[in-house]
């Protein structure tokens, strides 16, 4: 039982792809890091089969996909994950990243916990929200980049980077909705590229003027719908745990719980 690491994403593909098939959804933090990671790494079983994976997108910072406790300890001293003084924040299916962090012997701190779900059987929300979604365009941008920069304060993380270049990403690409209240935007979700089947919905974001109004839940249940339009078997997102709101309102519009996430910082030596 070994971990295995290239900075080749084609060899990591070739070597883990069945399980990143296979196990899409527990691995979606995987698959949306791939292409700017800088490292990856697979974990084999006595019997050679690839149980676990891992990317590295900043040096000290794995994500983990499906990686088991047993594969975590057996990380924690390994020597091929780079950053200086080892791994400082490491982000994963709970059970995982408290394996790793224990086994560090270092101190570490829960940072964020987040639950990843599932979309099931869609319900629209009842009732209905007033306004309608659309597909956001060009013209959409500034709103959606400021829009963007909140969100990203509001989970607590810096808003001091310029959001226009992802934003204008997912617009040009017709993955950013915005639902519309008499003609003026209140809210906006978008969803990631089809990925092994797979697609997450993010950026649910609703100024808090217009809250409480049920427009997230519109413009959550548009862009679910595009997502399998778009050929998305699973159609996922993570919600903040600690938000009762959220993931109330998910629960309501079809989604169900697939795993417990967790972020820990490890600190001191």
């Known amino acids: ?58 040096p000290g910072e794995p994500t983990f996909g499906t990686v ?37 012997g270092r101190p570490w701190t829960p940072t964020v916990r987040m639950r990843l779900f599932r979309l099931g059987t869609p319900t629209p929300p009842d009732p209905a929200p007033a306004g309608r979604a659309r597909v956001a365009t060009a013209a959409d941008v500034p709103l959606a980049a400021a829009w963007a920069r909140e969100f990203v304060r509001d989970i607590g993380e810096e808003s001091g980077d310029d959001c226009t270049g992802p934003v204008t990403e997912r617009i040009s690409d017709g993955r950013l909705f915005l639902w519309e209240d008499g003609g003026r935007p209140v809210s906006m979700a978008c969803f990631s590229p089809v990925t092994e089947g ?22 959550t249940t548009a862009v679910g719908r595009a997502a399998r339009d778009a050929g998305a078997a699973q159609v996922l997102l993570f919600a903040d745990v600690a938000n009762p709101t959220s993931n109330a309102l998910y629960l309501r519009l079809g989604y169900r719980p697939v795993a417990e996430h967790l972020t820990a910082e490890v600190t001191g030596r």
């Open 1 to 58: 039982m070994t971990w295995h690491f290239t900075e080749d994403p084609a060899v990591f593909r070739a070597a883990a792809g069945a399980l990143l098939s296979a196990g899409s959804a527990r691995n979606t933090g995987v698959l949306a890091l791939v292409d700017a990671a800088g490292r990856f790494g697979w974990w084999t079983g006595l019997d050679g089969r690839v149980t676990g994976v891992l990317v590295v997108a900043a």
């Open 198 to 219: 797979q697609s997450r919905v993010h950026l649910v974001y609703t100024p808090p003027a217009a809250r409480g109004r049920g427009y997230a839940a519109g413009a």
């Open 68 to 104: 088991t406790p047993e594969a975590a300890r057996a990380l924690a001293s390994s020597p091929d994950l780079p950053g200086n003084g080892g791994p400082t924040v490491v982000r994963g299916e709970t059970a995982a990243v408290e394996a790793f962090a224990e086994a560090t």
